[in-house]
């Protein structure tokens, strides 16, 4: 499994009340994500940021997660990426920058 680390932008909201001059000056906000990379297709990766292990009725435990945020890549700055065992415990030399 891979987890991943990404800095990435996304829009200012604000609710308060902006000067005309603040709100011209008004940046993007840099976003940074970590998590377990459960999708990817051309256009965007999916991180899931909690594993949410359970027991079902039948004792099987399905592979199920909350908070599973995409991201578009075309937003991403920066990914690092590495590989884990079964463990959670990192894979040497699996690093991607």
Request: proline content about 2%; glycine content about 8%; aromatic content about 8%.
């Amino acid at each position: 499994m891979k987890v991943v680390y990404v800095e990435w932008v996304d829009a200012q909201h604000t609710q308060g009340v902006l000067s005309r001059q603040e709100a011209e000056t008004e940046a993007l906000l840099l976003v940074r994500s970590a998590g377990l990379l459960v999708g990817e297709d051309e256009g965007t990766l999916r991180l899931a940021e909690d594993y949410w292990s359970h027991v079902e009725s039948d004792g099987t435990v399905p592979e199920t997660y909350r908070h599973v945020t995409t991201i578009p890549k075309i937003l991403i700055k920066r990914q690092v990426e590495w590989e884990t065992d079964n463990k959670g415990e990192k894979v040497e030399g699996a690093d991607r920058f």
